[in-house]
Each structure stands twice: as C-alpha cells, then as structure tokens.
C-alpha cells in the first residue's frame, strides 16, 4: 500500500507543485493569508474532504476531513510568509519582486501543499482499501506570528487526534526530534503628553522615555534569568522623527523565550514589572497587548522510529546534476559553518557521519538521509507544533528544499523555494508523511506504544502560553 501511495503522490505531483507555486507568487503574512486560505478550501474540497474554515475564531484557518472514527490522524500545513523578504525565483543575488514586499524564505508554501499531497495521498488509499478511521488536513496560519496551533490548543483542539504528523523545509533529510524553547510576544505601547522640546519640556511626558527605560531594565534583568532564557524586543514606533517634540506615543514589541513554558510565563510576568516600572518612572501609562505564544516540543520517540523507517523507505530527494549546479552556484553567496541536522548537533557520531555524507561541507546538496537519531537535547529555535506535542503524540520529518548550510529566513531561501531542488524535497517529505500515516492507521500497537510515551512525557500537565482573553492579531 505505502508503494502505491507513492505512485499516487507521483501521479499528482503537477497538482501540488502548482498550489506550492501558486502561494510562493502569492506571499502573505501571518494571520493575513486569505489567498492560500481559499486556495486550500477549494482544494480540499475539489479532493472529497469536508471542509471548515475560520477554526478556533482565526479566519484564515482551514480545515479538511475525511473518514469517521478512530484512529484519527492529523496531517498539519502552513503558508504564511515572512516580511521584506520578496525575491525572484532562480536568482543568485538579492533580487527583490515587490520592494520592501514579503516572501517564503522559511518554505511555508511548500509546507502547506507536501502535508495536503500527504492527506490526499492517504484519503486515496482509505478509499481504495476501506481502512477504517480518520484522517484531517490542518492549514495552520501565523506560524511567524500569530501562534495559530496554540490558539488551538488554548481550546484543546489538538485533543481529539491519535497522532499529528507535520515537516518542515530544511537543508537536509532527517526525522526532527528533541525539544526547543517557548516563547511569548507582548507589544506595550507607551502614552505620554506631548510637548515642545526646548519651549515647555516640564510639560511633557516621554512615551519614548519610558520604552528606553524598560529597554534599560531589560539589560540589567539579563543578568538574574537562567542561561536558556532569552530576551529579544523591537521598538516599533519611536514616537516620530522630530526631536524638538516630546515623544506622545511609543510602543516596543518584546519576546521572551525559555526551554519550558513555565519559566517563560514566569520571565514575561518580570518583562511585565519593568513596563509598570518604566511608566512610573516617566509618568507615563502603557497598553500591554498579548500577541502569540509557544510552548517547547515533546519527543515521541516511537513516532520518530517509524517515521525513519519510512523516510529511508522513500528515499532521498532525487536531485540531477542542474540542481547540484544550481545549489553550488547559490551555496556560493553565503558562508557556512558546522555540520547541519539534529543529530549532528548533539551527537559527535551522527556529526562525524554527516560530515562525510557531506564530503565535509563541500556537497551543495543533501542526497542523503541523516542517520537515525532520537533524543531530549535543546535547539534555540520556537514552533508551535510544540503546544500540538502536548496535546497528542507529534511527529516531524525535516526534507533538503534548499542547498545544505542554507541560512534560515534568507533570500537564497526564497531564491531556491521556486524550483526543482524545492518540490523534490516537498514530494520526499510528502511519500513519508503519506507512508507514517497509513502505518498508523493499520497499526494500534504502534499507536498505543506512542500514547503510552506521551502520556509519560506530559504527565507535567500543559499549561498554556496563550492568556485566556487573548485573540489572534496580524502585526
């Protein structure tokens, strides 16, 4: 069966390659993506499945089921861009669309269309097969910004899934694994009183002032906060550019992040004193905005065991000798450092076999798949797949879309997503996907041996980053 899903995903390939184009020519930012939103409802649609849209209160969520009963299987997409980020596909320099316009430098066009070739390809074969259960394709907004699985999870959506089965756009083929940090955005937005600088500054009361003031505060708290925890903000509106006023309005946007959410509610709760704090100082107020949340991810362990077997099953991407031009000519505009994956990260062997499957760097392509690597070690990165890890068993597979040492958020990203190397590495990660999902669905040992795990894993509880009257906001 997993052969003839395959042939399936081969058979369709032109369908999928044409939405992830489609929403590559057609970037849009998190939460403001109504163009890949209705792309995705008609297709699912067009493909048999029922179809919700507007989920959980976020307008641009959809979602397409298909079958009754248990097990049920979630298959996750996204498809929101990132800003000034435009790029013309295939170029080897920066070279924007739109200036100052948005692009896919983190492959979410991709990532949307694989997971729904992989939600076809397995509603194909419960058709074909009769196999019993249920399989949901989720088109997630606002990974960027906006949180949307974990406004989900805020209702406990993710609750009623078996399993949840996602990927991700990388430099390489591996089956993710590990935790990473969570991660909070607030915006706080000063008022003072304007005045004139020279003439009546007494009168005045700095917005500017008190954001500079919790910025300073900011510095002095890094101090006292354990290693893993990180402070990051941007100032958004320095209240104009005439220095001869007293700044009236100020707003800085903070993100704080932690390896376990816990901490990070506790950190913002101290980012929250300095903003009372700086307000005090100036005789300002301030408005405190809840924007996004991300717990860190929990392991599955079983889950990631048959996810390898059946990435190895599929293969690796099969990329000619265009691509591999293409890839180096493109490797060639940034440098690189280390050995790329999860496991070379935390794994001096997995690192050393790495290093040679990449003849030491020097490959511009992954032709490979990584070696098979399941641990708890910590990358500084946020998702919120994380909130849907702690809801039911979550899996993810990593498949090469961009040469290998590729830089996260880039233009070369952007560059690349538009071509063959990037829909190889979709219709790779779609065939593994496809082949996780039927497996589950014929296997109730495999399934019960992962809940068993979470269960374990999670026993903590999940609490939650995203505060209880909090609503989804496109900045």
């Not at 979410?108 to 390809?121: E, I, P, Q, R, Y």
């Amino acid at each position: 069966m997993k052969q003839e899903a395959i042939a399936y995903l081969c058979q369709n390939e032109s369908r999928y390659r044409a939405i992830a184009k489609s929403i590559w020519e057609h970037p849009e930012l998190s939460l403001k993506e109504y163009f890949a939103c209705r792309t995705y409802a008609d297709a699912l649609e067009q493909a048999g499945f029922t179809v919700e849209t507007g989920v959980c209160g976020i307008e641009t969520a959809v979602v397409g089921r298909f079958g009754s009963g248990r097990p049920v299987i979630g298959i996750l997409g996204e498809y929101d861009a990132l800003s000034g980020l435009s790029q013309c596909a295939g170029a080897l320099e920066p070279k924007p669309l739109v200036p100052g316009g948005a692009g896919h430098g983190c492959g979410h066009h991709l990532l949307g269309a694989g997971s729904f070739a992989a939600a076809c390809a397995v509603k194909e074969m419960m058709q074909r097969h009769s196999l019993p259960g249920t399989v949901i394709f989720f088109g997630c907004p606002g990974e960027e910004g906006g949180a949307a699985k974990a406004y989900m999870a805020r209702e406990r959506y993710w609750e009623k899934l078996d399993a949840a089965i996602t990927w991700h756009p990388s430099t390489v083929n591996e089956v993710a694994t590990g935790t990473c940090n969570s991660s909070i955005q607030v915006l706080y937005e000063f008022q003072g009183i304007a005045a004139h600088a020279a003439g009546n500054p007494h009168q005045g009361r700095s917005a500017l002032d008190g954001v500079e003031l919790m910025n300073v505060g900011a510095q002095f708290l890094r101090e006292h906060i354990t290693p893993d925890c990180r402070l990051h903000y941007a100032i958004i509106d320095s209240g104009g550019v005439s220095p001869n006023v007293v700044q009236p309005s100020a707003s800085v946007l903070y993100m704080v992040r932690g390896s376990r959410v816990r901490d990070t509610v506790a950190l913002l709760a101290r980012v929250d004193d300095l903003a009372r704090g700086a307000a005090l100082m100036t005789g300002t107020s301030f408005h405190r905005t809840f924007i996004d949340g991300t717990a860190e991810t929990v392991p599955n362990f079983t889950l990631e065991e048959r996810m390898q077997k059946n990435l190895e099953y599929v293969g690796a991407p099969k990329f000619d000798a265009e691509d591999f031009a293409f890839a180096a000519a493109l490797k060639a505009t940034y440098s690189s450092e280390g050995v790329p994956g999860v496991g070379a990260e935390f794994d001096e062997s997995i690192r050393e076999q790495v290093r040679a499957l990449t003849d030491d760097g020097s490959k511009p392509l992954a032709d490979f798949i990584c070696p098979a690597y399941h641990g708890t070690g910590f990358q500084p990165g946020s998702t919120d797949v994380g909130d849907v890890s702690w809801l039911t068993p979550t899996v993810q597979v990593h498949t090469a879309c961009n040469p290998i040492g590729a830089p996260g958020h880039s233009w070369q990203n952007v560059s690349c997503g538009c071509t063959e190397i990037a829909y190889k590495g979709m219709l790779t990660a779609a065939e593994a996907m496809a082949c996780t999902a039927l497996e589950l669905l014929q296997s109730p040992e495999t399934l019960a041996q992962a809940t068993e795990e979470f269960h374990r894993r999670t026993r903590e509880g999940y609490l939650c980053p995203i505060e209880p009257d909090a609503v989804p906001i496109a900045i």
